[in-house]
């Protein structure tokens, strides 16, 4: 299963936070992340909304950190 991104540069504003990881993992630190920064209640239309907009995130090329 692909991991998910949102990144806040896709959305109007100053904020550069990138959020990567399982789904469900995702769609919490970015709900967070809205409440703490951004002063949005996290409600359930705001946790559909996240996990509406998620992407899957690109593979890399490049060797994980401490592998090998």
């Known amino acids: 299963m692909p991991r998910k991104i ?4 896709d959305f109007p504003g ?3 936070l990138t959020i990567a990881g ?3 993992e995702v769609v919490q ?3 967070a992340h809205l409440a703490a920064v951004h002063e949005m ?7 559909s909304y996240v996990r509406s907009v998620l992407r899957d995130e690109a593979l890399s090329t490049a060797p994980h950190a401490g592998a090998g």
Request: proline share 10%; charged share 40%.
């Open 6 to 9: 949102i990144d806040c540069r």
């Open 14 to 16: 100053p904020c550069t």
């Open 22 to 24: 399982e789904e469900d």
């Open 29 to 31: 630190a970015q709900t």
């Open 41 to 47: 209640a996290d409600t359930p239309e705001v946790r």
